[in-house]
């Protein structure tokens, strides 16, 4: 039976909360997004990565950051389901994204979460395809939800901000990165060559297929840690300066 009573951002923000989120933004006109569904509003959620984790990671996959990956998929499952329920009781049809669903080239379409956390203002796409956050860095995990319920959107952002840098071009052993500059609607594969990114993962089965390395090289991520200094690049320099 449906709650009459209003639903609020608050209500959603609480309801994220509850569940570990780290930071929530809204996309308007989401139903225009590619392999989108037919809802008109997507509420992106993200999940940071634990610091500790991420030691090591510049040689690969560890046995810390796969519990983190593990840990933080679970998390974003339950934030999803979380505010799905929440809509469904005020009478709004809602629909999770399976992020971890199967995407073989058989398999069906996966809406990319990536894009609403772009349309919601959280961050944009860096030159090795990964979110980048000013917060966070790319240290990051995403979660989607659309629902028909009307909400106040984020400001877009619709370009990258690495400039110059090419710290994650740099570190990936399979050269998955082409040193372009995101834009909104850019095709994938002028950004990265995936198939190179696939085969690197797939170096790593004892780690679930995961690699990590260009988490761990991007600058804004260092910042986080509190240790960009050792990367010494232009992105690291505009993140200081910008105070972002």
């Not at 037919?38 to 090591?56: C, K, N, Q």
């Not at 500059?181 to 950004?191: E, K, V």
Request: aromatic content about 6%; proline content about 8%; overall charge neutral.
């Amino acid at each position: 039976m449906a709650d009459d009573q209003p639903l609020s951002t608050a209500d959603l923000g609480a309801t994220l909360a509850v569940h570990g989120v780290d930071r929530w933004g809204v996309a308007v006109d989401a139903a225009s997004l590619p392999m989108a569904p037919p809802l008109p509003t997507a509420i992106s959620f993200l999940i940071r990565v634990l610091p500790s984790s991420l030691e090591g990671l510049q040689d690969g996959p560890t046995p810390a950051y796969l519990a983190e990956y593990v840990r933080i998929n679970a998390a974003l499952i339950a934030a999803g389901v979380a505010v799905v329920r929440l809509l469904e009781t005020r009478g709004r049809r809602a629909e999770r994204v399976d992020d971890d669903a199967p995407d073989g080239p058989a398999d069906p379409p996966i809406f990319p979460s990536k894009t609403a956390a772009t349309r919601a203002g959280l961050g944009w796409i860096g030159k090795t395809a990964l979110l980048v956050t000013p917060e966070f860095g790319s240290a990051v995990r995403l979660g989607t939800v659309f629902t028909d319920l009307r909400l106040p959107g984020g400001r877009a952002i619709v370009d990258g901000r690495c400039g110059r840098c090419r710290a994650c071009v740099d570190a990936c052993p399979a050269g998955a990165g082409r040193d372009v500059s995101w834009q909104a609607g850019m095709p994938r594969d002028a950004l990265y060559d995936r198939e190179a990114c696939d085969r690197q993962q797939r170096r790593f089965p004892q780690y679930d297929e995961i690699c990590g390395i260009c988490i761990w090289a991007c600058p804004y991520t260092r910042r986080a840690l509190g240790s960009d200094h050792t990367i010494g690049s232009d992105a690291a320099r505009t993140a200081k300066g910008a105070g972002a």
